[in-house]
């Protein structure tokens, strides 16, 4: 069976996500840092019929990220899809004028530093493969930085130039990475299906190829 890793994985779209691939017989590695949170996401999607797994990790801590992906590569196999969407601290939705370099460093680790680590993590088996899927999910400060969102418009758009190079140094090995860029609140864009529209837009990005970024609506149409 192949295996879908969700570093971010909540109740929310992780869960959605989750479902969606679960139905197309994937199975899934849900990491985050509660690992009590993870158990219970992991035994909802279970009574549903999806196979999962939680894996508990700080995006902060190279060591703890790498140590879970293998980990779950070790139970499931190798990681065929990684989604890279953990949920930023508010606290990194600091205006411009009190950003600090210690905040700006931590939104970078969070953001660009994680990424980095959980690609090279799953990077050799993909490739080894000629197949499998990084997909990237951002907000609207990945795009067009807001003073008041300081943070994230430093770190978003140092995750998107990383993956968006991956997708060019990748794309003649069978390697896909894309970016989906949500600008706004899910529950605020009135989408038809709500969150489950953003799981399908995601299994759309990991089935068709395409080029590296996807916004979910138009950027003006959304708030980060």
């Known amino acids: 069976m192949p295996t879908i890793a969700i570093v971010g994985a909540g ?127 951002n907000g609207g400060t990945s795009v067009q930085a807001r003073p008041g969102f300081s943070g994230t418009s430093v770190a978003f758009p140092a995750e998107s130039a990383y993956g968006e190079m991956l997708h060019h140094a990748l794309a003649e090995e069978g390697v896909r990475v894309v970016q989906l860029v949500i600008p706004g609140g899910i529950p605020k864009l009135q989408l038809p299906n709500g969150i489950d529209d953003v799981a399908e837009r995601i299994w759309g990005l990991h089935e068709t190829p395409g080029g590296f970024r996807t916004m979910l609506i138009p950027l003006e149409e959304g708030r980060e």
């Open 11 to 137: 109740p929310g779209l992780g869960a959605a996500v989750a479902r969606r691939f679960g139905r197309e017989g994937f199975q899934v590695a849900l990491i985050s840092r509660d690992q009590a949170k993870l158990d219970a996401l992991a035994a909802e999607l279970g009574e549903g019929g999806v196979t999962a797994r939680g894996y508990a990790a700080d995006v902060r801590e190279a060591a703890s990220l790498e140590a879970a992906l293998a980990q779950a590569a070790a139970d499931l196999g190798p990681i065929d899809v990684l989604q890279y969407s953990p949920l930023p601290s508010r606290t990194y939705l600091e205006p411009v004028l009190d950003l600090t370099p210690e905040l700006a460093l931590e939104a970078l680790s969070f953001s660009a530093l994680g990424l980095i680590t959980a690609a090279r993590a799953v990077l050799p088996a993909m490739r080894e493969a000629g197949d499998g899927t990084i997909i990237l999910i």
